[in-house]
């Protein structure tokens, strides 16, 4: 798989991320400043990590969704490319127009870093092909700013359409509507995640429950 | 001391401005003015004194206010430095003591790591989430400015007693400011410790520490070399925050402390993530001659260590420095303690390659000087000169003071004391007690797994674990302190405190390495205060070196008093160890099928034991002794075994004894335990130091060996069930330990 990671000012995860796709593909993705106005050619995943993009100034990811790599990621997607945006990627994504709705602050106003399970709504997307549905697999979560939130009618079109690919199971901390952890495009090529599978790809550190979105992934490119 | 001499200004040939001979030369204040701001300053009669005569005439502004930082005790160690020197600094794996920025040891495989730990005490009581903030960014910058990726922060928190009213507020803010400074960052917090007590109501210690990783060829320091290399100030902005903030952290506080809040300096962990890889990524190029970061006392102490520390001099043009606010005078600029701020000196002809990436990560980049031959620091600003000291006595002639100790009396060895509520209701009552209930409330507050690489992290193991990426290798860490020994026994408590950082490695499985030292104590002008310290010191060299354990960094905080009264002498330690291979790391948790041995001896030690505390209500008699050669014995056994892979699980017996580490233990995992060994309330809750819980497949197997080894070992009983059973005690089930050692602290802090 040709993958590439972005790198805005304030990004802090595209070290894990890098390690998480070389893991699942013995490949180590591109990294791509902000500054950049294309993305190089053949690329079969970009990736938008997590971390504090601009300091979480103004709004999560808000920045950064103006950046001028931006704009060649949104061609990217309309012309069917697979983008993955985790945490601060996920917010990016949603500021972008990529993706639906707003990730608020965490319902309980503190920042949130633990470990959360997720469960698997649709194992039939590029991200999710190795998953059963409905297993549950533990993830890392780290973030202030993860309750996502939705309009009722485009939360009744996420559902009715089956868009909610990760839903928290148990207690859902940050307080999302329908205690929806990651969501994907109409296509199902662009795909949004609070928790960081990145940081679950290693049985020696943070175990390997993340692995099957990378090897999905890579398995789905590569066909 | 020599007279000050009453010379005239600009009658003096000897301060004409050498490099530029058309310069005004500096206009000294008022003298009968200079003394009394030079006292406000906190600057005492003598030392003023000295100054004078340092200069030969009255100082300006600026150089009273450098002076008086440079002099205060936060920057010139004046008090300690006497003492400090008594601790050992050296092994074949130190590869930089203290002096620099950080230290460093060999880790293997041309790697080394790089560590301190530093005081932010004083501004976190004013301002919990900025002060704790800004200690977790100065840290990092002291790291990262040795030419290290951080790789990893801890803490050591003080808080005061739980139920006044302030506790909440600055345990909340304290705990706010290092979450939202690490977690932005991108350094994963792994590791602290906590502790209550009133004598910390008016003043909370915050003590941060970060751990770094680099190559051993690669380290960069700060003695700047090259007459006329150019002097560059990078990162954000000078502002009038924080000026005189060292100064302010070398007095007591008074009922007005929060009028100092304005000596607070404010946090931006964005600009510290960018500074961090600008800096990291010139690191890369051969471009830096010296670097130091803009730490307390700002661009004064960075310019006078850089330049002091290569036996050079430095001009420096103030109109060059990127300033927040306008009309900043000269004096402003140096005494501001703006941060996230980094001085270098570079290689002549390198200033492009430097820029261009700082420009890059959108941070401020200015040539504001150049190095000299004159040994002085001249600092000018629009043309005028106002300030030129030079800088050999500046350093040579700071103050050192041998101050009066006073030994603490030894309290006498607590006789027997009765059991008033029996061993059930005891332990359900301490795993509930602040000092010992779970911290989870605030570690699930800091991002300890970003980096990808956090093996073992807070309440899996007595140290955290953060492999070395793309290496087996990895590195064990902890903080550790038991300030209530201290104060019953200053060199006892120095000696255990350094004593239980290793131990707390060694339960890992890693070969502890060295010390970085947080030395917070009261006013160092009374004698038994200064004994403390003295006792600290003398108790922790002697552990240092039983343990081959040398100290590579510190910091001292005196002055930790508010209305006259003391904290508890707290000299926390930061420990650092090296496993070969992160897979040998083993944590607390209890598994199920396994026979529990303790390692180590058991009398059975109440005095200034938390059951005395919390269930007898009494703090008093004879801390637990340290004996470092059976402490030495029983931890190489131990981490013997653990590297032969024989041990499942490994946790220390120390705060709250036996029971309590093996009910927390139990906690971990859910696993209960089935105990034979019969034993009194003193027998489970003594805080007999140098033990170790194992849990192991062959408890005979382990036995043996720890006879063969002599070192004493006993077994315990086994893991088995969802229960805690004991013989002459009620059975506890491990849910009920739980939810009551989870309930304490959520339940303090609901409202806030």
């Known amino acids: 798989m040709n993958a590439a990671i972005i790198t805005f000012p304030g990004t802090n995860r595209e070290r894990d991320m890098a390690l998480a796709l070389r893991a699942a593909t013995g490949r180590k993705p591109t990294m791509l400043w902000h500054r950049e106005t294309a993305l190089p050619p053949g690329l079969d995943l970009v ?24 704009a060649a990621v949104r061609d990217f997607a309309a012309r069917g490319g697979h983008v993955l945006g985790v945490c601060n990627g996920f917010q990016m994504l949603t500021e972008a127009g990529l993706l639906p709705g707003a990730l608020l602050r965490n319902a309980s106003l503190r920042f949130l870093a633990m ?56 207690e859902n901390r940050n307080g999302s509507i329908n205690a929806i952890a990651g969501i994907c495009s109409e296509n199902g090529r662009v795909l949004g995640l609070m928790p960081h599978p990145e940081n679950c790809v290693d049985p020696l550190v943070g175990g390997t429950e993340g692995l099957p979105i990378f090897t999905s992934i890579a398995e789905h490119v590569a066909a | 001391m020599p007279r000050p001499s009453p010379a005239k200004p600009g009658l003096d040939k000897r301060h004409a401005p050498p490099d530029k001979p058309g310069m005004s030369h500096v206009t000294p204040l008022d003298p009968a003015r200079a003394r009394q701001l030079g006292a406000e300053f906190g600057l005492k009669p003598d030392e003023y004194e000295r100054a004078l005569a340092i200069l030969g005439r009255t100082p300006s502004l600026t150089e009273l206010g450098i002076f008086s930082v440079m002099w205060s005790e936060h920057c010139s160690y004046k008090s300690s430095r006497v003492w400090l020197k008594q601790l050992p600094t050296k092994a074949p794996w130190v590869l930089v003591g203290p002096g620099e920025n950080a230290g460093v040891i060999a880790i293997g495989q041309g790697l080394a790591a790089v560590f301190k730990m530093e005081s932010h005490n004083h501004p976190s009581f004013i301002e919990p989430y900025n002060g704790a903030a800004t200690g977790v960014g100065g840290i990092l910058r002291d790291v990262f400015t040795m030419g290290a990726r951080p790789i990893a922060n801890l803490n050591a928190l003080r808080f005061g007693d739980p139920a006044h009213p302030r506790t909440k507020r600055i345990l909340d803010g304290v705990v706010r400011g290092i979450g939202g400074y690490g977690n932005c960052v991108g350094v994963p917090t792994v590791g602290g410790e906590v502790n209550f007590h009133p004598a910390y109501n008016g003043n909370p210690l915050v003590n941060a520490m970060t751990v770094g990783i680099l190559k051993a060829d690669r380290i960069f320091t700060a003695a700047a070399t090259g007459v006329g290399n150019p002097v560059v100030y990078v990162g954000s902005k000078t502002g009038r925050d924080g000026i005189h903030g060292a100064t302010m952290s070398s007095a007591e506080f008074n ?23 600008a800096c990291l990524e010139l690191m890369e190029t051969d471009a830096i001659v010296a670097i130091q970061d803009m730490g307390a006392a700002g661009l004064t102490s960075s310019s006078v260590e850089m330049a002091g520390k290569g036996g050079m001099g430095i001009v420096l043009d103030m109109e060059k420095v990127p300033q927040r606010e306008t009309g900043m005078t000269a004096y402003e600029m140096m005494l501001s303690e703006s941060q996230e701020r980094m001085l270098m000196v570079l290689k002549p002809g390198r200033e492009k390659v430097a820029e261009d990436i700082f420009h890059k990560w959108e941070l401020d980049f200015a040539v504001i000087g150049h190095l000299t031959d004159t040994g002085r620091i001249e ?62 409330w605030i570690w699930d507050q800091y991002d300890a797994q970003v980096g990808g690489q956090t093996s073992k992290r807070p309440g899996q193991a007595d140290a955290a674990v953060v492999r070395v990426e793309d290496h087996k290798l990895a590195l064990a860490m902890t903080t550790d302190c038991t300030p209530r020994y ?45 004994g403390q310290f003295a006792g600290a010191v003398r108790g922790m060299a002697a552990a240092c070196t039983a343990l081959d354990f040398p100290v590579i960094s510190g910091n001292v905080s005196l002055y930790n008093e508010t209305e006259g009264r003391a904290i508890l002498p707290t000299p926390a330690i930061g420990g650092v160890g090296v496993l070969e291979d992160v897979a040998q790391a083993v944590g607390l948790a209890l598994p199920a099928g396994c026979e529990i041995v ?59 004894g036996l029971l309590v580490a093996l009910a927390e233990m ?53 893991s088995s069930g969802r229960t805690l059973v004991m013989p002459g005690a009620d059975a506890i089930d491990i849910s009920r330990l739980a939810a009551a050692h989870e309930a304490t602290l959520p339940a303090l802090m609901q409202g806030v």
């Open chain 1, 47 to 70: 990736v938008l990590p997590g971390g504090f993009s601009y300091g979480d100034y103004l709004r999560c990811g808000a920045m950064a969704a103006q950046s001028p790599i931006m």
């Open chain 1, 115 to 170: 470990d959360c399970v997720m469960r698997v709504e649709r194992a039939d997307t590029p991200y999710t092909a190795h998953f059963q549905r409905g297993a549950t697999f533990r993830a890392t979560m780290a973030h202030g700013d993860g309750n996502y939130f939705c309009d009722a009618e485009t939360l009744a079109t996420l559902e009715g359409e089956g868009r909610v690919v990760f839903r928290y199971e148990g």
């Open chain 2, 255 to 277: 009922a007005d402390a929060e009028e100092k809040r304005p000596t607070v300096q404010i946090g931006d962990p964005f600009a510290e993530k960018l500074l961090i890889e």
């Open chain 2, 379 to 440: 600092i000018r600003h629009h043309g005028v000169l106002e300030a030129d000291i030079p800088l050999a006595p500046l350093e040579s002639e700071a103050p050192l003071y041998h101050r009066p100790t006073e030994e603490t009396p030894k309290q006498p060895v607590l006789g027997p004391v009765a059991d008033p509520v029996g061993i059930t209701a005891a332990l359900e009552k301490l795993v509930a007690s602040p000092d010992l209930c779970s911290r989870r």
């Open chain 2, 598 to 656: 303790v390692v180590g001896e058991t009398q059975g030690w109440l005095g200034q034991s938390l059951w005395l505390r919390e269930i007898a209500g009494r703090e008093e008699g004879a801390p637990p002794p340290v004996d470092l050669a059976a402490e030495r014995r029983n931890g190489d056994f131990v981490r013997g075994e653990i590297l032969a892979g024989r041990v499942r699980a490994c946790h220390d017996a120390a705060d709250g």
């Open chain 2, 666 to 718: 139990c906690m971990a995992s859910g696993v209960g335990a089935d105990i034979t060994r019969r034993g009194d309330h003193a027998f489970w809750f003594g805080e007999d130091q140098g033990r170790y819980l194992l849990a192991v497949e062959d408890g005979a197997a382990l036995l043996e060996a720890a006879r063969a080894a002599g070192v004493p070992a006993e077994r315990l009983g086994q």
């Open chain 2, 486 to 530: 201290v104060l019953a026994d200053p060199e006892e408590g120095g000696k255990q405190a350094v004593a239980e950082a290793w131990r707390n490695l060694t339960a890992v499985g890693a070969l502890p390495r060295a010390i970085t030292d947080n030395m917070n104590f009261g006013n160092p002008e009374k004698p038994r205060i200064m």
